[in-house]
């Protein structure tokens, strides 16, 4: 690690690893950084050498952590879903079941896709979908997941009685999905500055298709 | 061009290469094979180096064609949006105004992505969306003009009276095209085998709406 003294750092992440030091907390520190150079290059152009440049370490130092570009992006998709977990799950857990719950989960969804590359995920998605290797087995684990969790939201919406009994929390949130998809399209790509409002709306129309039971 | 004669021909697509010989149509027949391409490997992927190789064609002779790299991308681009437009939207303008035509959009738009690789567009979205050069500016406009035609056509259905005066066309052909995003995510990326019924469903949850104008 270059530049770890306080006095001779440039930037706070490479400071961060100066103090952190080697092992458990250094890893975690590159998966850190990884993780936000995986938004912008994508995982596949996420190599040693560029997460080299990023974060100071030696090549070998990084393949001494991670063995193989393969690996590497496995730890990062898992970081990234930790993080996930712990910035949009994990919070919106705390909110009252059923309806305010699924409203703080759509609010920090869409945090979580507003930053430099958008969300990891949906890159990824495109990058991997028609591989069959580890990486996309993770993928279709995570998004199976992502998927669930947003039915299991919808269910207690039903037990609430805040949802009709005849929603099908499945197609619920395949089309909250395609929301927050057609967010991140048309804010990332197209940069329409009605995205956010179009997102917020067919969200509402969402709730109240399943007031009403139509959905 | 390498086994153009009739006899020795083992691939059709070279066959075809032989002959129609030079000049537009083999620019035609090259940027036909580099779409087919570009589906897979994406755009960034698709180098003159990769398409030699698909098309048989010399890398110098590609070159004469399209000079650069981003230029290749740019031709392959617009060819896949004149096939887009032969294949979903012209075909669909043949369909009465309104609702037919909307159902046979969305119909063939499941069918254009329904190919290996799935649908250009959103791949290339993603590739591109951290980007601001042409490519980027030509896909941005692509995907407002995809956009202003559902929206146009949803106009259609409020003046035939199949959908309520107060439905709001753009914000329909968001939430569509956002079942479309969902579609292709669960379809592609997941394998699910419920991705049609689910997006036909979303799709005729939508046309409800807009009927009874909660839209």
């Avoid at 991670?66 to 993080?83: D, G, T």
Wanted: hydrophobic letters at 40%; aromatic letters at 8%; proline letters at 3%.
């Amino acid at each position: 690690v270059r530049g770890g003294s306080q006095q001779s750092c440039e930037y706070e992440r490479s400071c961060y690893f100066g103090i952190v030091g080697k092992g458990e907390q250094t890893r975690t520190a590159v998966l850190e950084a990884a993780t936000d150079k995986a938004r912008v290059v994508g995982l596949r152009g996420l190599t040693i050498g560029v997460l080299a440049e990023r974060t100071e370490l030696s090549k070998s130092g990084l393949f001494a952590h991670f063995r193989s570009k393969e690996s590497l992006q496995l730890a990062v998709l898992e970081h990234a879903r930790n993080r996930f977990i712990d910035e949009v799950v994990r919070p919106a857990l705390q909110a009252p079941r059923g309806e305010p719950r699924l409203r703080e989960v759509f609010a920090r969804w869409v945090s979580w896709a507003d930053v430099p590359g958008g969300c990891l995920f949906v890159a990824a998605a495109v990058e991997f979908d028609d591989d069959r290797g580890p990486v996309h087995r993770q993928l279709v684990q995570y998004q199976r997941d992502w998927l669930d969790s947003i039915a299991q939201i919808v269910r207690g919406a039903i037990t609430e009685g805040q949802f009709s009994p005849g929603v099908d929390p499945d197609q619920f949130a395949f089309e909250l999905h395609g929301v927050m998809l057609s967010y991140h399209h048309l804010s990332r790509l197209v940069g329409d500055a009605h995205a956010r409002d179009r997102a917020t709306r067919a969200f509402e129309n969402l709730l109240t298709r399943a007031r009403i039971g139509t959905a």
